[in-house]
């Protein structure tokens, strides 16, 4: 759970800059102690995540507190990144928010499953 008394980090993978924005707007009017930074693809949260650190560096990458991720995407898309999320014990604590319109039928236990 997170802690409101302190800043937390909010990693928002979306494409639509129209759902970003909405998505911000939630947190700027309940939250003000969330930092919220995008990745515009799913390809562009990993690095963002996992970085093209080098081996001395891995585990000294600062994490995001919770994924705000959207799933229907250009590229690795967010099925893609739930993939590598699932893959990944060093982020394994960290929450993930499935936001999609998508009703495709059994979508959303496909991104439970994954970790979502």
Known sequence: MIDNRRPYWVLIVEDDPNHVLLIKAVFAHFDSNAHITVANSAEE?????????????VGQAELPDVIVLDIKMA???GL??????AGDLR????PVVVFTASQEPGLERLCVSLGA
């Open 45 to 57: 949260a990993v690095i963002q995540i996992a970085g093209p650190w080098t081996d001395s560096d």
């Open 75 to 77: 590229g690795m898309g």
């Open 80 to 85: 893609g990144f739930l993939r590598w999320y």
């Open 91 to 94: 982020i394994a604590h960290v």
